[in-house]
């Protein structure tokens, strides 16, 4: 228990650092992703692109689940899918829900995109 008047508990570097965890994790993500679609052709420069493609998909999606997050209203513990004003919270609810689902999805189709959709075209010549 704090005492009265100690302070937030989500400071700046706490926040700093969840940022960084998620990003991590989407890196970790996005490179498999990229590996799996390469295999044996996987370089350095495509094992970066994928982990920073997939490490920012992830925050994107993670912000977007936090931003539904906020728009929450709960009635005797359960969360309400219309408020009392009549506001319509069914498509917030349901992202706040599945949000491990759609960061992870997210990033690891952004890691495939880096892999294989994006490749540069040799000339010859």
Known sequence: MLPEGSGMFMTTSLAAIFIVI???????IGVVAA????R???RFGLAVRGACFGGVAFLI??????????HAEFNNGQRMDLTSS???LWLRNRIVENELVICIASSAIAGILAGGGLRS???PG
């Open 22 to 28: 998620k990003l991590l994790i989407g890196s970790v």
């Open 40 to 42: 044996s052709h996987l």
């Open 121 to 123: 075209v040799r000339r």
């Open 35 to 38: 590996a799996l679609i390469q």
């Open 86 to 88: 009549g506001e319509d």
């Open 61 to 70: 999606a993670s912000g977007i689940a936090g931003w539904a997050g906020l």
